[in-house]
């Protein structure tokens, strides 16, 4: 199973999401794989540092950092990939110019797509949306699920103007996806690691993560 965070805007915090999903589907006891394809290669230094700061710690899962400059080796990578037993999940750059992007998402089985309740973000999010239905037309076996998480979500804020309008927008994106619980903003999320999701930030992110989980592993749970 392959999953790849992405959206047409950086900044939406996929690679935090990334990471702490993979730390709480290692926590499950699911064999999870992470294929870092961000140009920044966050994920990929992230654990390096852990490297270093958990000297003689097993890791749950392992990090693999791979460029997708080159769309031949994107299919090839992705064929493979699907060819592995567990979950893949796909940190995925920003930038939809990128022609490896159309493999990684088309051969995808879920896009996990964060974004914010404020215009720049939606508009990319509509975007993102579009080039994807794009991929479909041109896929035709493509099945690629979607999950949209409303990311450092504040929820004392908001006017009764804004919150008519963002459930008019959560209303639009269930035309394309699933709307995920919120991921509430919370300083301690941005002090994750690639070894395990910390008490503090199991509460913020645990209802969205089910959501997903419940989702992605109905079949084996029926």
Same mark, same amino acid.
């Given at each position: 199973?392959? !999953?790849?965070?992405?959206?047409?805007? =950086?900044?939406?915090?996929?690679?935090? +999401?990334?990471? @702490? #999903? /993979?730390?709480?589907?290692?926590?499950?006891?699911?064999?999870?794989?992470?294929?870092?394809?961000?140009?920044?290669?966050?994920?990929?230094?992230?654990?390096?540092?852990?490297?270093?700061?958990?000297?003689?710690?097993?890791?749950?899962?392992?990090?693999?950092?791979?460029?997708?400059?080159?769309?031949?080796?994107?299919?090839?990578?992705?064929?493979?990939?699907?060819?592995?037993?567990? !979950?893949?999940?796909?940190?995925?750059? =920003?930038?939809?110019?990128?022609?490896? +992007?159309?493999? @990684? #998402? /088309?051969?995808?089985?879920?896009?996990?797509?964060?974004?914010?309740?404020?215009?720049?973000?939606?508009?990319?999010?509509?975007?993102?949306?579009?080039?994807?239905?794009?991929?479909?037309?041109?896929?035709?076996?493509?099945?690629?699920?979607?999950?949209?998480?409303?990311?450092?979500?504040?929820?004392?804020?908001?006017?009764?103007?804004?919150?008519?309008?963002?459930?008019?927008?959560?209303?639009?994106?269930?035309?394309?996806?699933?709307?995920?619980?919120?991921?509430?903003?919370?300083?301690?999320?941005?002090?994750?690691?690639?070894?395990?999701?910390?008490?503090?930030?199991?509460?913020?992110?645990?209802?969205?993560?089910?959501?997903?989980?419940?989702?992605?592993?109905?079949?084996?749970?029926?």
């Amino acid at each position: 199973m392959i !999953i790849t965070f992405g959206n047409q805007k =950086g900044g939406v915090g996929k690679t935090t +999401l990334c990471t @702490l #999903f /993979a730390n709480y589907l290692a926590s499950l006891g699911k064999k999870t794989l992470v294929v870092d394809c961000d140009n920044q290669q966050t994920i990929t230094e992230k654990r390096k540092a852990d490297y270093k700061k958990y000297t003689d710690t097993k890791f749950p899962y392992n990090v693999q950092s791979f460029n997708i400059s080159n769309v031949e080796h994107v299919q090839n990578l992705m064929n493979n990939l699907r060819k592995l037993d567990g !979950i893949i999940l796909i940190d995925a750059p =920003g930038n939809l110019a990128q022609q490896g +992007l159309i493999p @990684l #998402f /088309a051969l995808s089985d879920y896009v996990v797509c964060p974004f914010q309740y404020e215009t720049t973000s939606v508009n990319s999010t509509i975007t993102f949306i579009l080039f994807l239905e794009k991929l479909k037309e041109s896929f035709q076996q493509m099945r690629t699920e979607i999950f949209f998480v409303v990311n450092r979500h504040d929820k004392r804020y908001g006017t009764k103007k804004e919150l008519a309008l963002w459930s008019k927008t959560d209303d639009k994106l269930c035309q394309y996806g699933y709307v995920t619980p919120k991921v509430e903003v919370k300083a301690d999320m941005q002090r994750y690691n690639t070894m395990e999701v910390m008490k503090s930030q199991l509460p913020v992110v645990m209802p969205t993560f089910d959501f997903i989980c419940k989702h992605i592993f109905k079949e084996e749970q029926s």
